[in-house]
Every structure is written in C-alpha cells, then in structure tokens.
C-alpha cells in the first residue's frame, strides 16, 4: 500500500470504530436470527393449516353433496394447494446466510423482504382471481349458498387477506428501505 491508501485505510478503520458513526449492523444479526426463528414456526403452522384446510373441504365435499359444497370445496381445496406450493417454493433458499458475516446477514434480509413482497402481491392477486372466479360461479349458475353469512364470510375473508398482504408488503418495501441505508453506510465505510 501506498502512504495515501494506508492514510485513507485508517480514516476508515478510526470511522468504524466511532460508534455514532458505523451503521447498526447488529440490528441486521437479530433482525435475520429472529425472522430465522419465525421462518420455523410458519413453516409448521402452515403444514398443519394445509393439512386441516385439505381435511375439512373433503369432509365438506363428502358430507353435503351439494352443488355450492363441492365447488366451494374444490375451490379451497385448488386454493390450499397453490398456497402452500408457492409458500414452500417462496421460501427456499433463505432459511440461514452463507455464513456469519454482516454482508451475508445484510444480503439475506434483503432478500427475505424481496421474498416478503412477492408472497404478498402473489397472495393479494390471488385473493383478487378466486373473489372474481367465486362471484361470477355464484352469480352465474345461481347457486344457492346456505346462508348469508356465507357470503359476509367470504367478503371479510377476501378483503381481510387482500388488506393483509397489502399491509405485510408496505412493511417488506420500509424494511429494505431501512436495509439499504444500512448496507449504504457499510458501503461507505462507517
């Protein structure tokens, strides 16, 4: 090394160790070792969410025999499938980092939130296909629904999950916001 690039070496090094100025680079550790954590439990609550959505549209399916309870439980059933393939496919590959360092760390809960907000546009344009799809079976095979409740039901489940997804992909977009100025300062070397 030359005299400047030693020089400018230990301007970086002294600025890294200027705690106001270095970037929270832990916060990016406990941030991707709790969503890791999280990635675990989701993971086991969507198997068994699957397994009894799968459970009780057969069961439907086999109890009522009706023209509403077969298309409304096949619909779930295409529904669970699809959910839970692009969920399991969605999430591949982000379970850990590479390996211990800030930059791996940073790169994966990047991703993640990438991740975060394709589940959640996939889920919100899902929502949007099925309340379509649903709408205009009911309405154009006049089917009789056994209550209306049936459809309150599937109104708040529609726009519950499409106003869920919209609200879990603004918090992914702030996230990477707030990664980036992390990942910017590192860059800089602060």
């Known amino acids: 090394m030359t005299a400047s690039q030693d020089g400018d070496w230990e301007g970086l090094a002294r600025r890294w160790r200027e705690p106001e100025a270095r970037p929270d680079a832990a916060w990016v550790h ?15 609550i969507e198997i068994l969410v699957t397994v009894a959505g799968l459970t009780f549209a057969v069961a439907v399916i086999l109890s009522e025999r009706t023209a509403a309870a077969i298309g409304l439980g096949l619909a779930a059933i295409l529904h669970t499938v699809l959910v839970a393939g692009f969920s399991f496919w969605n999430r591949h590959g982000v379970w850990s980092p590479l390996s211990q360092s800030t930059g791996d760390y940073l790169r994966l809960a990047q991703e993640r939130c990438r991740r975060q907000r394709r589940s959640a546009r996939f889920l919100a344009g899902l929502m949007v296909v099925e309340a379509a799809g649903v709408t205009a079976w009911i ?52």
């Open 30 to 44: 406990t941030l991707v070792d709790r969503h890791s954590r999280g990635l675990r439990w989701v993971a086991a």
């Open 139 to 190: 309405l154009g095979a006049d089917v009789e629904l056994p209550s209306s409740g049936w459809r309150l039901g599937l109104v708040v489940l529609f726009g519950g999950v499409i106003g869920w997804s919209i609200g879990q992909d603004w918090a992914a977009r702030r996230r990477l916001t707030q990664l980036a100025g992390i990942e910017a300062g590192l860059a800089a070397g602060h």
